[in-house]
Every structure is written in structure tokens, then in C-alpha cells.
């Protein structure tokens, strides 16, 4: 049994002194082979320094709140070098495409001087003893797990040095070690693998480590490949829906036609237990799960269903509706219309429902039976999942075991343990395993969404000056039940004092926002209203929305003023990492070059996730390209041409890095242009990705270039969601130039209904059954 160091009456004592930004403190545990940990409780999160006046976020941001809360248990993972010289680690967050098992086995190859292939990552159950230390989200995950898995890593390579000294003879200064092998002076090795026993220790152990300096990495900072690449196109990568577990049979539910409807009777059970491959009915609160041998077979049966529904409560809503609510709900703005002698942009925007669906539809595996549960799914916060599985099935928490698997994407979908607890009660239900899967069609209806939003901002110029910047933005209720109200509650004594009596909500936006130029007295609020919708964050949290209204004022700002909106912005901004992206985009995508009637560039900055971000864009507006016809699709006016700079502070994996700009990109095109869903008579229209349109090839920018700014930090920053502000802002901005119209609602598109909305009974379309024309 391993102890943890925190009761080990033999562990070495702190150091007093001697930590420093190198130095850290680490653990060599109890065990038969070479097992290491890390203890960050001795370090402190990175702070910026304090501008004058400054914005919260740019005292203690979102991430420090992340990191300060991880820091208790960060000496909780372990490194093992296991006989055959390969380390392996149990990422305590979760792989939804974002590259970051990748990163993780980068950072371990390069303080243990071993190749990045003998390096394995896993993803870790839910481990209710980390408590805040196991959340995938807010881009932070290479912000906060950086540094102790160094340190893990390099107490890992301490102890083998020691061991090797003591095999080859030799003393730990004189050794080399390079690729999983020790050298001494005479020649003599020995391989970690052959150390593996002998480096274990029989007692933890608290050691020092001194990490590698920046100017000797070779492995941080060159781009590489994905570990996992090959097995995913190959399809060996085992997905929640890939896992062998025996008797887990195909789940899907039917579901009430409006949202958050719940099931009342089901008038034919017996015919549809009858019908072929069925093996089991049941009612859940969230609908009547069907259980068959094939999927093909659930959607058959779920569509003979004969179902009498509760109603859910947004009957009759409609996008006008909701949006007449959240304007009721906006906080008025401060300074008065039209001061005497001042000039003002007075701007209101509006931004509709989106869907934050990933490719791969909410799935999970569950067997709940004799008082255990047994979980696997694609989950971002496993612990609150953990939590909310046990009180939904009726179990203490020490009989539910959560298995985190791969996901494919999430965009903050899988924040939320929806798809596993529903597995959870289907599986307690018929007394069986279950492998549920939504339908596509679920994901958009009943599924989270983006909320409806609208930022309205008032700016006040004296004298070619501007004086004051206010925003209000008012959004349909944001669901937090994730974890990140309980980190906020869990370090209130730290926050910034500006956060003292503010809300949940309030306090996340204030952590986000801030606008990174001087214009006077800034002041940003967040109001929210209307808690019946099922809503999440779609990477960024509020920023695509606030960043795209700023951006579009500080463009009007600057024609008001008859300036350039490139010089106007570098005439303002606060920091270098800022003017450093927004000086690169612009030399890069050749600012202010000539451009044809109905065409026009972009630009916009965004900075959050410790660091910058600029995107300049072309973008076509003219007849011929608005008016394309695309069967059953949406085009519009067309982005040609994106650039995009960014400072992510030090970089891991630069080829990751150009992978998530271009997915940002990609989706701040989306939301500018074409990603909304649809409220008409308390129904969302939009079933899936054929009548859902996110950023298709036929919008996609015939030109795209990332450019990796050099960085002054020397710790990474978040990158998850940093493309993504900036890059809608800038479409925004664009589009405003082009047309001569500044856009007041987002997507620009969302007028265009270009579908046939699918039935709602049943609740799911047939199934397809050529595999050509459509899928559903």
C-alpha cells in the first residue's frame, strides 16, 4: 500500500528556503518499482502585474481561480517507469480532440530525456480525492498541469540517476542521461527499464528537483504528431461506444416533443417489448428508453412508441419572445445619451441559441446492479458527474466508479454528466447494462445550448478622446453546476475584492472579461434571466459574444474619429503581448491592401487564457458569392482569407497549437455567419448536422495562415477556446465594412431557414437505411 505524503511520519521536512521558480519540492513513493508525485503546495499561480486602472480578470483571472484551486491536490499524480523504460501517467482531465495526451507525454519525454512514443497517457477516473483538481475545461489544462507533472517527471529521473550511480559506480554529476539510458564516463549504461526495481523506494521519500531550463528543451516547442493519430484514423482508438462490456445492448430513448417534457404513460409497452431485437422498455424521467440488439432496432421501436407527455414548460416561446425577456432583464447603462459637447457609439447586438453538440453524440456505458455502478463515458468533470450518478440511482458514492473515456469533441458539452446519469437511470431501470446513445437529433432539441444573449454598449469621445466604454450583456441563464461555482466558492478568501457579494455568474464573467485597450472608465456587467433552458458554454464562456460586440464598437469608434481601425487599436492597446499579435496579423495578412466592391478585411484582438490573440480576415460579400446555391445548405457571404497571430505564451506542441487556432477560426466563422438553432412555438427546429450549420467546406476560407508569436512568458497559456473571440469578431467586422451595415444580430444568417424542421412525434426520424443520400 502507498502512502501519500501527507501522512508519512518519514517524509523529509520542506526546505524553509531553497524553492524558487526552478527548485520544486516532489515525492519518490512507496513501492516496487520507480513511482514519483509532485507537491505544488509551496508554489503560488502566476500573477499579472497591476495595470493602472485595471480589469479584474487582469489582476486574477479564470485560470489562476483553476490553478490556485488544483494546488492542494496537484501532489496527487503519479509518474511510474515501468521494467520494459516506458513512463506512464493517468491524466487527471479529460481527450476530447484537443491534443493535450499528446502535450502531456511531450512535457514527461523532455524532463525524463526518454522519446515521446515511450511515454503512455491515460485518462484517470473520477478521483473524488482531487476534489477541484480534475475539470477539463477554461483552457487550462497545460496552464496547471505543467509544472507538477515536471516536477513529477523529474523526481522520476533523480532517482534513476541515483540508482545508475549506484550500479555503474559512479557519482549522479558524472552521469548522463539521454534517450532512457544512463552513461558513465567509462562508457557503462544502464537503461531506466533495468532501473525500474532498483530506484523504487520502500518509504516515500521528499525530495528537490531542479527543472530543465527553457534554453535546453528538445522535445517542448518542436511540433509533433499526435500520439494517438494513427489509431484514430485507423480506427483502433477505443471510444465510449467501442468498449467491449458484456451485455451492455444498444440504448436510445424517445422523447417528449418540447423541452424538458417528461414521459406520463406509455400506452403500448407489451407491442413494442414484442417487436424484433427489443429486450427491455423503461420509463426515466427524461423519456422511455428502449433497450434492442441493434441501434437500428432501438429506433425502430422507439418510433412505434405510443407515449402521452408532460408538458416542459417553454410552450409557445418563440426566438422573439425569449428575447423580449432577456431585453426586460438588461441593466441600464450609466453615462447619459449624449452628453453635452461628447460624441458617443451607442450599440446593441443580439446573438441567438447555438448548439454546443460535438461530433460524437452524448454516449455512455453504465451497468448498475447489487448496489454498484459502473460508468464509462466521455466526461470533463468525472467527480460532479460521480456525484450527481450516485444521487440519481439511489447509491453512497464509494458504489459508483465513473471511467473517463476519449471523447470526440465536446465543446463544453461534455462539461456536463447528462448522458452518463441518464445511462445510469436506464441501466438501474431494466436492471441491466445499457449502451446509450442519443440521437442526433436529440443533441440540438434537448441538449445543451449556447444561451440567447444581448451586449449593449454605450462609448463616449471627448475631444478625440474616448472617455468612457460600458457594456451590459444579458444572457439567458448560463448553467455552472459543473464545478467552476464550486472552485469559486472554494477560493472567495483570494478573489480579487471587486468580486465581494457579486453572484456565481457575475463573478465568471468578471474573471473572463476584459477589454484590452485604454478608453477611460471601462465598465463591464453581466445580468442573466430565464432558468428554464439547458444551456453550458461553447468554448469561451461569454468572451465570442462580448469580443464580437466590443471589436464591431471599437471599429464604429474608430470611423466616428476618422482613423484607421488597425492604427486606432494599436493607438490604444494596453499590452505588448496584444500589440505584438495585432503588429503580426496585420504585417501578415496585409492590412489596408485594395480590395473590390462588396470585399473588405477585418481585424479584431482578443486577450484571455494568459495570452493574445489577432485575426485579420477577407471577407466577400458581393452577389455572386451571398446568392450560391448549396442543396439544402446556408452560404451567404464567404470568408476568403484568415490570418491568425497568437501569444500562448510558452508553446508545448506548436503543431497542436496550429490545429486548435484553425478549429477556432473555424468556429468563430460559424458563429459570425451561420451557427444558430431555431425557437419557434416552444420547439428548437434544427435535428442535426444537416440542418444545423456549423462552418461547412463550402464557407471555409480559401487561405488560412497561423502564426505562432515568440512569447515572453516562459509557462504555457490556455488554447482550447483562445482562437475563437477574435476570430468572430473580426468576420463581424469585416462584414460591417464590406456592406456598409454594422450586423446587430448573429449569425448574420439566422434569417435564412432553408429546411423542412423534422417531426417531433416521433420523436426520432426513420433510419436511414441506403447509408447514402442523408444521414440523420
Known amino acids: 500500500m502507498q502512502r501519500t505524503p501527507s501522512d508519512d511520519p518519514h517524509l523529509d521536512p520542506p526546505a524553509a528556503s531553497g524553492t524558487s521558480r526552478r527548485r520544486f519540492l516532489g515525492y519518490v513513493l512507496a513501492g516496487t518499482t520507480l513511482t514519483v508525485a509532485a507537491d505544488m503546495r509551496l508554489g503560488t499561480p502566476a500573477e499579472a502585474a497591476i495595470p493602472s486602472p485595471p480589469q479584474i480578470a487582469e489582476i486574477f483571472d479564470l485560470e489562476d481561480l483553476q490553478t490556485t484551486t488544483g494546488l492542494a491536490t496537484a501532489n496527487l499524480i503519479r509518474i511510474t517507469i515501468g521494467t520494459d523504460g516506458t513512463a506512464s501517467f493517468s491524466l487527471p482531465r479529460m481527450e476530447v480532440g484537443q491534443g493535450i495526451t499528446t502535450s502531456t507525454a511531450m512535457i514527461i519525454a523532455e524532463e525524463l530525456e526518454i522519446p515521446v512514443e515511450r511515454v503512455t497517457v491515460g485518462l484517470a477516473p473520477a478521483r473524488p480525492e482531487l476534489v477541484f483538481n480534475q475539470l477539463t475545461g477554461g483552457s487550462n489544462t497545460t496552464v496547471s498541469t505543467f509544472t507538477p507533472i515536471r516536477v513529477a517527471a523529474a523526481v522520476a529521473k533523480g532517482a534513476l540517476l541515483k540508482a545508475a550511480a549506484i550500479q555503474l559506480g559512479a557519482v549522479v554529476d558524472q552521469l548522463t542521461a539521454k534517450a532512457g539510458v544512463i552513461t558513465a564516463p567509462g562508457g557503462a549504461s544502464v537503461t531506466y527499464g533495468e532501473l525500474a526495481e532498483s530506484a523504487a523506494s520502500a518509504s516515500t521519500q521528499g525530495v528537490q528537483v531542479q527543472l530543465k531550463a527553457a534554453s535546453s528543451y528538445t522535445v517542448v516547442g518542436k511540433p509533433t504528431r499526435r500520439v494517438d493519430a494513427r489509431d484514430i484514423v485507423t480506427g483502433a482508438k477505443k471510444f465510449a461506444m467501442d468498449l467491449e462490456v458484456p451485455d451492455a445492448l444498444p440504448t436510445m430513448l424517445c422523447r417528449p416533443p418540447g423541452l424538458n417534457g417528461s414521459p406520463k404513460s406509455v400506452r403500448n409497452r407489451e407491442a413494442v417489448l414484442a417487436m424484433p431485437g427489443v429486450t427491455d422498455v423503461a420509463v426515466v424521467d427524461t423519456g422511455v428508453a428502449v433497450r434492442a440488439r441493434t441501434f437500428g432496432q432501438c429506433i425502430t421501436a422507439t418510433r412505434a412508441l405510443d407515449v402521452e407527455w408532460n408538458a416542459g414548460g417553454i410552450e409557445g416561446e418563440d426566438d422573439e419572445s ?79 466508479t465513473v471511467n473517463v473515456i476519449t471523447g470526440g469533441g465536446s465543446f463544453g458539452h461534455k462539461l456536463f454528466g447528462d448522458h452518463a446519469i441518464e445511462a445510469a437511470k436506464v441501466s438501474k431501470a431494466m436492471g441491466k447494462p445499457v449502451r446509450l446513445m442519443w440521437h442526433r437529433v436529440d443533441e440540438p432539441r434537448q441538449g445543451r445550448m449556447h444561451p440567447m444573449a444581448t451586449s449593449r454598449i454605450r462609448a463616449t469621445c471627448l475631444a478625440g478622446e474616448v472617455l468612457t466604454f460600458e457594456q451590459r450583456h444579458t444572457s439567458i441563464a448560463t448553467d455552472f453546476g459543473h464545478g467552476l461555482g464550486d472552485m469559486l466558492t472554494a477560493t472567495a478568501d483570494k478573489l480579487p475584492g471587486g468580486l465581494v457579494g457579486v453572484g456565481l455568474s457575475q463573478s465568471i464573467f468578471l474573471l473572463t472579461q476584459e477589454l484590452p485597450y485604454n478608453v477611460g472608465l471601462v465598465t463591464q456587467l453581466l445580468s442573466e434571466t430565464d432558468t428554464r433552458f439547458n444551456t453550458g458554454s461553447m468554448r469561451a464562456i461569454y468572451s465570442p459574444d462580448v469580443a464580437c460586440a466590443s471589436e464591431l464598437v471599437i471599429d464604429m469608434l474608430a470611423q466616428k474619429l476618422r482613423k484607421d481601425p488597425l492604427a486606432f487599436r494599436l493607438g490604444l492597446v494596453k499590452h505588448d ?73 510558452l508553446v508545448i506542441n506548436p503543431q497542436g497549437l ?39 467546406q463550402w464557407n471555409t476560407p480559401l487561405e488560412f495562415e497561423c502564426v505562432v508569436v515568440p512569447s515572453a512568458s516562459d509557462t504555457p497559456g490556455g488554447a482550447g477556446e483562445a482562437g475563437v473571440p477574435a476570430s468572430f469578431a473580426a468576420v463581424a467586422c469585416a462584414y460591417a465594412r464590406a456592406t456598409g451595415t454594422v450586423p446587430r444580430r448573429f449569425p448574420i444568417n439566422h434569417q435564412t431557414l432553408s429546411f423542412e424542421p423534422k417531426p417531433y412525434t416521433p420523436s426520432l426520424p426513420e433510419s436511414p437505411v441506403d447509408g447514402l443520400s442523408h444521414t440523420f
Open 658 to 696: 496550429e490545429a486548435q487556432m484553425l478549429g477556432g477560426v473555424s468556429d468563430g466563422i460559424g458563429l459570425a455567419l451561420t451557427n444558430s438553432v431555431h425557437l419557434k412555438d416552444g420547439h428548437f427546429l434544427e435535428a442535426s448536422w444537416d440542418n444545423y450549420f456549423y462552418t461547412r
Open 322 to 400: 425569449i428575447l423580449a425577456k432577456v431585453r426586460r432583464a438588461e441593466v441600464p447603462l450609466a453615462v447619459p445619451k449624449v452628453p453635452v459637447l461628447a460624441t458617443q457609439v451607442d450599440a446593441s447586438f443580439e446573438f441567438m441559441f447555438r448548439s454546443s453538440a460535438a461530433l460524437e453524440p452524448n454516449c455512455a456505458i453504465a451497468d448498475v446492479r447489487d448496489g454498484h455502478a459502473t460508468v464509462w463515458a466521455g466526461l470533463k468533470a468525472p467527480i460532479v458527474a460521480q456525484e450527481d450518478i450516485a444521487l440519481a440511482v439511489g447509491l453512497p458514492l464509494h458504489a459508483v
Open 577 to 649: 503581448n496584444v500589440r505584438g499579435v495585432l503588429t503580426k496579423v496585420a504585417e501578415v495578412g496585409k492590412w489596408g491592401r485594395p480590395m473590390a466592391p462588396g470585399t473588405a478585411q477585418g481585424i479584431a484582438v482578443h486577450r484571455e487564457y494568459k495570452g493574445a490573440t489577432a485575426v485579420l480576415v477577407e471577407i466577400d460579400c458581393r452577389p455572386e458569392t451571398v446568392n450560391r446555391q448549396v442543396r439544402d445548405g446556408v452560404t451567404g457571404p464567404r470568408v476568403t482569407k484568415a490570418v491568425i497571430a497568437v501569444d500562448a505564451g
